[in-house]
């Protein structure tokens, strides 16, 4: 198993190995403007969900061996549009400090570039990522509302000697994880001429579920809350200033298995049941509560970044497109999380997930509606956005999400990246051999991520797989 850092240069210069750097020709780079051709002007109003991340862009890469087609893609890619008109329109700010989206075809940019490095061999041992800036660029959320700023940006980029790297940046105020790989997979589907489901656009239909709970324990569950102006700022400045690295490793599918058998075997009860992430999570948290190593007393908060919408069911449509993404949160005293078993902190984790219910989905519905509607829905934050760099660790799992499914005529990607978060955060998705493994993201402050990076704690990392790391 290996673990590699953000940082691969530095890296590599300890090694006394040359650092790998990737430049992009700007002479070679045509931008293109890829529109549907028809609009039918409507404003689509965003959703509480949707006003919850801001205006940024979430940027996602994907590496194939074989080189895109560019105009082809353009072709694909403007029929796909047909039914995603938000991804072609402009953000507008309405009259209560919302905002809307103006389907006015406006377009959608995508870049054409070409590099003169060859593609490496990128990989969980082989991060990209301090690369990606290059291949990417434009992920500001400043100047986008009002404008006019292309909500889906695309950048093809040209390997010397063949492969391509495909740059994909979704405005995050449109879609959340799910929906946008659903697009990427609607787009797939279409560029193979293969048929694929409508999605439905009806923000009403989200909107019209908020129901406030009359639950003691929900209320106080809710995973957002009002602030002041003040305290918004002060959280948000806190966040930006945070230095992060992130350290990647791989759990193959029978070190899944056994992290898996040693929480049931130490389940706190008969009618106990955890899943294989469950066990992945709690392992995670239980290894870095002791890499952190605050006091014994210390408050750990892990949370759980779920999606609403199954636990909505046939309420919303299944086909719904858009920001449908909830969080709950879990804490125990860091010498009980060191010390407990595999299995009850897994446990836990199970039950901070199921915590997340129809009814506290649809209060949390109505809350966020009722700060859009008082025009402060930018004053709504997590609850545990205020100390999330100090004392909380969150966990987004993308482990059943295609990304290695995304075909644009050149095969399968073998690898993407998924970016560096601003607080701290394990990511977990599938390999890209989909092969039952996954691969884990740990984005951590930079003296945690420098110790998680030695041999010791990769050790740590692997203990409970019944092999050595390296295997």
Same mark, same amino acid.
């Given at each position: /198993?290996?673990?590699a850092?953000?940082?691969?240069?530095?890296?590599a210069?300890?090694?006394g190995?040359?650092?790998?750097?990737?430049t992009?020709?700007s002479?070679?780079?045509?931008?293109h403007?890829?529109r549907?051709?028809?609009? @039918?002007?409507a404003?689509?109003?965003?959703?509480?969900? #949707?006003?919850?991340?801001?205006? *940024?862009?979430?940027?996602l890469? $994907? $590496?194939?061996r074989?080189t895109l #087609?560019?105009?082809?893609?353009?072709?694909?890619?403007a029929?796909?549009?047909r039914?995603y008109?938000?991804?072609a329109?402009?953000?507008?700010? #309405?009259a +209560?400090g919302?905002? &809307?989206?103006? !389907?006015? #075809?406006?377009g959608?940019? $995508?870049?054409?570039?070409? !590099?003169p490095?060859? /593609?490496?061999?990128?990989?969980?041992?082989?991060?990209?990522?301090?690369?990606?800036?290059?291949?990417?660029?434009e992920v500001?959320?400043?100047?986008?509302?009002?404008?006019?700023?292309p909500?889906?940006?695309?950048r093809?980029?040209? /390997?010397?000697?063949?492969?391509?790297?495909?740059?994909?940046?979704v405005?995050?105020?449109?879609a959340?994880?799910?929906?946008?790989l659903?697009?990427?997979?609607?787009?797939?589907r279409?560029?193979l001429?293969?048929?694929?489901?409508e999605?439905?656009?009806?923000?009403?239909?989200?909107?019209g579920?908020?129901?406030?709970?009359?639950?003691?324990?929900?209320?106080?569950?809710?995973?957002?809350?009002?602030?002041?102006?003040?305290?918004?700022l002060?959280?948000t400045?806190?966040?930006?200033?945070?230095?992060?690295?992130?350290?990647?490793?791989?759990?193959?599918?029978?070190?899944?298995a056994?992290?898996?058998?040693?929480?049931?075997?130490?389940l706190?009860?008969p009618?106990?049941?955890?899943?294989?992430n469950?066990?992945l999570?709690?392992?995670? *948290?239980q290894v870095?509560?002791?890499?952190?190593?605050?006091?014994?007393?210390?408050?750990? *908060?892990?949370g759980?970044?779920?999606?609403?919408? &199954?636990?909505?069911? @046939?309420?919303l449509?299944?086909?719904?497109?858009?920001? !449908?993404?909830?969080?709950?949160?879990t804490?125990?005293?860091?010498?009980?999380?060191r010390?407990?078993?595999?299995?009850?902190?897994?446990? +836990?984790v199970?039950? !901070?997930?199921?915590?997340n219910t129809?009814d506290?989905?649809?209060?949390?519905?109505? $809350?966020?509606?009722?700060?859009?509607?008082?025009?402060?829905s930018?004053?709504?934050?997590?609850?545990?956005?205020?100390?999330?760099?100090?004392? &909380?660790?969150s966990?987004?799992n *993308?482990?059943?999400?295609?990304?290695?499914?995304?075909?644009?005529g050149?095969?399968?990607?073998?690898?993407?990246?998924?970016?560096?978060?601003?607080?701290?955060?394990?990511?977990?998705?599938?390999?890209p051999?989909?092969d039952?493994?996954?691969?884990?993201?740990?984005c951590?402050?930079e003296a945690?991520?420098?110790?998680?990076?030695t041999?010791?704690?990769?050790?740590?990392l692997?203990?409970?797989?019944?092999?050595?790391?390296?295997?």
């Amino acid at each position: /198993m290996a673990v590699a850092r953000k940082n691969s240069a530095h890296r590599a210069a300890r090694k006394g190995l040359p650092a790998f750097r990737t430049t992009v020709d700007s002479r070679v780079e045509r931008v293109h403007t890829v529109r549907v051709g028809a609009a @039918d002007g409507a404003r689509i109003r965003l959703t509480g969900y #949707d006003l919850l991340t801001g205006p *940024w862009y979430t940027p996602l890469t $994907f $590496f194939y061996r074989d080189t895109l #087609d560019g105009a082809a893609l353009r072709d694909s890619l403007a029929r796909t549009l047909r039914r995603y008109p938000l991804l072609a329109g402009r953000l507008e700010r #309405d009259a +209560d400090g919302g905002l &809307s989206v103006l !389907c006015n #075809d406006a377009g959608v940019r $995508f870049t054409e570039a070409y !590099c003169p490095d060859p /593609m490496r061999e990128y990989g969980h041992g082989l991060r990209a990522e301090p690369v990606i800036g290059k291949l990417l660029r434009e992920v500001s959320a400043f100047g986008v509302v009002g404008r006019d700023a292309p909500l889906l940006k695309i950048r093809l980029t040209r /390997m010397e000697g063949g492969g391509s790297v495909l740059g994909v940046l979704v405005n995050h105020s449109l879609a959340d994880g799910g929906s946008t790989l659903a697009f990427l997979e609607s787009w797939s589907r279409e560029h193979l001429g293969m048929p694929w489901e409508e999605p439905s656009h009806a923000r009403e239909a989200l909107d019209g579920l908020g129901r406030p709970s009359t639950d003691p324990a929900t209320l106080e569950a809710r995973a957002f809350v009002g602030v002041g102006r003040v305290r918004h700022l002060t959280t948000t400045l806190r966040v930006g200033v945070n230095k992060l690295a992130t350290v990647t490793t791989r759990f193959g599918a029978a070190e899944l298995a056994a992290l898996k058998a040693e929480a049931q075997r130490t389940l706190p009860g008969p009618d106990a049941w955890v899943s294989t992430n469950d066990a992945l999570t709690a392992h995670l *948290w239980q290894v870095l509560s002791e890499l952190r190593g605050r006091p014994a007393d210390a408050v750990e *908060w892990l949370g759980l970044i779920v999606g609403a919408q &199954s636990r909505l069911g @046939d309420a919303l449509p299944a086909s719904y497109w858009g920001n !449908c993404v909830s969080n709950s949160w879990t804490s125990l005293d860091a010498a009980r999380l060191r010390e407990s078993p595999l299995g009850a902190v897994a446990t +836990d984790v199970r039950r !901070c997930l199921e915590s997340n219910t129809e009814d506290k989905i649809r209060d949390e519905i109505a $809350f966020l509606g009722s700060y859009r509607r008082k025009g402060v829905s930018r004053h709504v934050m997590s609850v545990r956005a205020p100390d999330v760099s100090t004392t &909380s660790l969150s966990v987004n799992n *993308w482990s059943q999400f295609p990304l290695y499914r995304i075909d644009l005529g050149a095969g399968r990607p073998f690898w993407y990246e998924f970016p560096d978060l601003p607080v701290p955060t394990v990511h977990i998705a599938p390999t890209p051999e989909e092969d039952g493994g996954r691969d884990v993201y740990l984005c951590l402050p930079e003296a945690v991520a420098a110790v998680a990076d030695t041999a010791p704690w990769r050790e740590r990392l692997h203990s409970r797989s019944g092999t050595s790391v390296g295997s």
